[in-house]
């Protein structure tokens, strides 16, 4: 109790009813048998996790007849009319959410023409309920908009009869797993119109009983009070529609990880990435924070972002809304997705990313179109004034000209060699105006490491048990979002993750997989082979999907086609690097042994045209005490794709930022 | 085996080498007794990690006997002619390093004049080693840079004799722990010139070994041969000195970590980071990686980068060198630092941190200095052509303005609101020109949690258990740290942790914040305290510092104080926001319960003159399903301070970015 002695004093009058209900249900809970189990509270609010209920062994039987207080969003309602005796479950679908596969059915429109029917006299009840007593809200009603936005009832609907009592059977998840929970509230608890549309909020406290009719659901929530409810305006929610394919949720990207689909997902990047950490950690890596902005160009032929405060002056004529494009940035998509097409087309791939291909680019058609229509009315965007056409570097915030990182394995290597094994996981930067944004966003995170006094073979032998030990450990840990992806999204995917946690993985040369793809009878490849090209996509995609059918390390390069740090082997003509390309994504990891002899790193710098003076530090580390050492880049967002099989990286990133696009 | 086959085929002949010595040093464990145990050998290269022998509970008693490679930078260094007896333990600090307390004693500098009167006759040995038979190098002479930067011997040194044989005392780490290995190599192995520089790395095998002579090490390694050198140029070499102050070492921060103390505080941070994650893993958090890039402020006040490709261009006269400091730069940094000595010599702080911000403002008057003298004969700094004064923002990445995100906070909202509860864990930016660079830097990794369905008091118990939490971490899992940090650096420091974890914290609203301080009889605080003033940085160390001696929360803050987004309290002049303060730090976490009235946002946002357009996708998140939640910012490099009782963040900062500082 202490802890509640300290709150703070003028903190709002929900505080109070906040703990009042949590003693209250810990109460009732002492009354409740001994035997019985409870389920674990969350630590920093007064619910219980939905993942801690209905993901248990027993899908939370044991807890049946239990008090609890859950919250979360609706995500599926409907609402039965105490005559009908019919049961609902046919038409819930666990866990659907907006990407839900089954149709909507009669009964949801008939019940969502039959609410607006009756909005009216709604309002007047919602009037009289949060005006007057707290009863049926629990005292929530000053947190629910619904007050404030509405107008007062007109006199009419006051004497309009009150609505036939009914049962509203609802979908809640809370976002901690796939899986959501049947909450069924009595039209005498709350007005069933505050909380059927699809996005409302609730928390509410009930008890937790087997369902009074047989279905998927192994059990529900009769409940009793509601606490919070916050309402949508179901007109204007992105999410309110009962499928939303992906493409068209990527325009509400903070709202879309409210659907089931990329909830799954998000949680399991996040597993993703605490399964790196873990990998790295007990194997006696140390994590370093590379910096972002740095003047340091890591492979020197790469666009970049610079980092400036030069520009901070307001613009003219701000360019007013959220999204404009540039003209040139719509044709560019146009071109590129348009050549995705065919390529999708040409190499047999799944149905599924074509038909988003098609879709994607028909929006794109559509877009440009009304970009047209709309640069005629509008006036030209915005423009920023600068003192003079002659911007001082001096006066900028680091007296130079500064960009975001493309990499931070530089930066690593210092830290390899002091610490002897260190890693990396942050953003890396990209403003590549032509890239296919399936696969490559402006901004994505790369998990780095580098390894002190080891070679390239040691890096390919780290990326590959790396890349195992997060594969099993999103099996172990996600196995409810691992099976609802399968469902969604890739039926292989689990399959896909277990070949590649039990196989070893094919390692051939540069040199001998330009042999293997000559010798591929149909002259199906594009870019003619000969040796010192760099492998495009469709021949990667051959030897990882068709050929070996898993994951392919491709090692030493020509070293014209790498970066100038990769070490020169004995043969002068290839260097010490690789490439780990899967099925499905491609290529997901590059690797190298980076070259220990100074004079050789100077000669590729002086060779490649690069500004020596801003690689004297990273020679410097050659200078003195020097060590062999090789290192990685995984390409997280990536990682994500391989494990869900989804064909399009910007719904694995949660606010993607592409070519003309970054909206929040 | 099977790995070795897939060995890349023209892979240097140095990795044919590195496994066969893996199977010599194999085949000779076999025929140790069995009863004896091995070090567990580092999976990704051929060496033994030093932690595994020297921090195991025996200090690696238990290995001795057993034939091991180990790598490593040599950290001091001393030879021993046959003839002398002496035993140099009393010269040998463990661990010691670049900031060894031991004085470098009159050995080492006759040792080193010896060196230097003997080089002409080191290069003609080297270049016969190197030209011809590997013995010696154990065919490690192509990896070292010493054949190449040698001129040809001059002929009289060839009939020079051999020098007396010695015996070379090293201590040697491998960054895994702040111990350091003693390795003692015969003269007879390699020509102790090549290694005894201090910063020269070494990959040997040898024989483990008890002591010859008494002293402080359990083991030494006597070494049978040299399997690499990393040679050091020494008079460039930047910590070749003994001791080399922190603020010194900032200049070299590509090598600063090789110092015992900078690479324990990098382990401290490394471990802080798995710790955290550890925390919010095991409490049902999601991680999101917020978006680095973005065009809304989550704050609207502070000075921002903008990311923008419009300067691409090259400058016209790049200012060359690395760290051109504008004079405006300077001037600014002199004004801090001296404000900086006032504020240190007014609050009795502890000496060092007082002596360190002296020199460092010496150090920035000699820059000056030199600028000025320098700024004569120097061309102006570097222009950007730009094609005329106004650049158009349609033909910027985005079409639009971008700035480099200052919180992580708005964006994790909208996760929050779906997933529950999440966190963000990666950098942020402020372009703040006047920050106090001791404890701000451009760049700094900010820790978010979000929380759904809860309220200030639940963030708060959250931000108290997750500091609780990594302070037992770190105390667990870098005791060697820890113990040498406690010595070096901070004696109080785990004490400090102890207490953090043991006490329950102090919580007062800022109201009762400010009566306290107004009773301090001693009138010592510069800004007079009224209802509605920020507290200052000397108000807070106040509090937490001598008052209460252990962190302080507190909440409430006046609305004015705060940003819009903090829900405002039903008193209607505070809102709920809370700051933890801890000793010797300061103000560490912030955090608050955000607003889910939507009308409350827009009033605030509209009062406060920001941009609404920019943040409709946030009030979105208050029109559909709004839910209570709080959340937290915990400065990640700050809690590094507070863990080691530096004195400067930028010594506790990979690689700092600050004001007129982007070296690298």
Redesign the interface.
């Known amino acids: 109790m ?2 509640r002695e ?10 109070n009813n ?1 703990h009042q209900q949590q003693s209250e249900s810990a109460a009732i809970a002492e009354n409740q048998s001994r035997t019985q189990p409870a389920p674990p509270p ?6 219980v ?1 939905l ?1 801690n209920i209905l993901e248990g062994e027993d899908g939370g039987v044991g807890f049946v007849g239990r008090r609890i207080v859950v ?4 995500r599926t309602s409907k609402e039965i009319r105490k005559e009908s005796a019919a049961a609902p479950e046919q038409q819930l679908p666990a866990g659907g959410g907006m990407v839900s596969r089954t149709s909507p059915g009669h009964k949801d429109v008939s019940c969502v023409e039959m609410l607006q029917a009756r909005i009216p006299l709604f309002r007047s009840i919602i009037k009289i309920l949060a005006g007057g007593s707290h009863g049926a809200f629990g005292g929530s009603s000053g ?1 629910s ?1 619904v007050r ?1 936005k509405l107008p007062p009832a007109s006199p009419e609907s006051r004497i309009q009869r009150p609505p036939p009592p009914s049962t509203a059977y609802l979908l809640v998840s ?3 797993c796939a899986a959501s929970l049947q909450v069924v509230v009595d039209s005498s608890v709350a007005s069933p119109a505050l909380f059927l549309p699809i ?3 609730l ?1 509410v406290e009930g008890i937790l009983r087997l369902p009074q009719s047989p279905g998927k659901h192994r059990v529900e929530l009769s409940v009793e009070k509601i606490l ?1 409810i ?4 179901k007109d ?2 992105p999410l309110a529609a009962k499928r939303v394919p992906l493409e068209n949720l990527r325009e509400a990207s ?2 879309r ?2 659907s089931t689909t990329v ?1 799954s997902v ?2 399991v ?2 597993a993703l ?2 399964g790196s ?1 873990t990998f790295f ?1 007990n ?2 890596f ?11 160009d890591a492979e020197g032929f790469s ?10 002056g307001k ?2 004529a ?5 999204d ?3 003209m ?2 719509v044709k560019a998509a146009i071109r590129e997705k348009s050549s995705l097409v065919e390529e999708l087309k040409r190499s047999e791939s799944n149905r599924e990313a074509l038909a988003a291909a098609v879709q994607d680019l028909r929006k794109t058609d559509q877009l440009a179109a009304q970009l047209e229509a709309k640069q005629q009315k509008t006036p ?16 900028d ?6 960009h ?1 990182t493309v990499s931070g394995r530089l ?1 690593l290597e ?2 390899a ?5 260190v890693y990396a996981f ?2 890396r ?1 990209r ?1 590549d ?1 032509y890239a296919n944004p399936r696969y490559q966003a ?2 994505m ?1 790369m998990l780095e490491a580098e ?9 390919m ?2 990326a590959e ?1 790396h890349l195992k030990f997060i594969c099993k450990w999103v099996l172990e840990k996600c196995t409810g979002d691992m099976g609802f992806i399968s469902n969604r999204i890739d039926k292989t995917c689990i399959d896909r993750l277990q070949a590649t946690i039990a196989c ?1 993985y094919e ?1 051939i ?1 540069y040199m001998d997989a330009v042999e293997i793809l000559k010798k591929v009878t149909d002259k199906r490849f594009e870019t003619s082979l000969v040796w010192g090209i760099d492998l495009t996509a469709e021949h990667l995609s051959y030897l990882a999907d068709e050929m070996f059918k898993k994951p392919v390390i491709i ?2 390069h020509p070293r014209d086609i790498r970066p100038f740090y990769a ?1 020169l ?3 002068l003509k ?1 260097v ?1 690097t690789f490439d780990m390309v899967v099925p499905k994504v491609g290529k997901l990891i590059s690797g190298s042994q980076n070259e ?4 050789m790193v100077e000669t590729r710098i002086k060779e490649l045209g690069l ?1 020596i ?1 801003q690689y ?3 020679l ?9 050492h090789s290192g990685f880049a995984l390409a997280f967002d990536l990682m994500v794709l391989f494990v869900t099989g989804l064909p399009d990286v910007r719904d694995a ?3 993607p ?1 592409t ?6």
Not at 71 to 74: D, K
Not at 318 to 322: D, I, L, R
Not at 451 to 459: G, H, R, T, W
Not at 596 to 599: A, D, S
Request: hydrophobic residues 30%; charged residues 25%.
């Open positions: 202490e802890r300290n709150l703070p004093a003028t903190q709002d009058s929900k505080t906040h969350f630590r920093f609010s007064n619910r996790i993942k919250g979360g969003w609706v947190t908009p404030e809370d976002g901690s996005g409302t909020c928390l919070h916050g309402t949508v305006e204007k929610y903070h709202f990880h409210r909830a998000m949680r990047r996040s990435t605490f950490h950690n194997g006696g140390f994590y370093v924070q590379v910096p972002i902005i740095t003047n340091t666009s970049k972002f610079q980092a400036t405060t030069l520009l901070s613009e003219d701000p360019a007013k809304g959220g404009e494009l540039s040139e940035a030209k965007p915005g423009f920023l004034t600068t003192k003079s056409s002659k911007l001082n570097v001096a006066e915030f680091f007296s130079r000209q500064v975001l930066h210092s830290y060699c002091a610490l002897g094994n942050g953003p930067f403003a105006r402006a901004e995170w390894i002190a006094f080891s070679q390239l073979e040691d890096a032998n780290c048990e070893s390692r040369a090692y030493n070490r082997n004995d043969d290839t010490a220990e002899r100074i004079h500004p003076a004297e530090w990273y410097d580390l050659r200078r003195h005490g020097t060590v062999k990133i949660p606010f930022r070519f003309g696009k970054a909206n929040n």
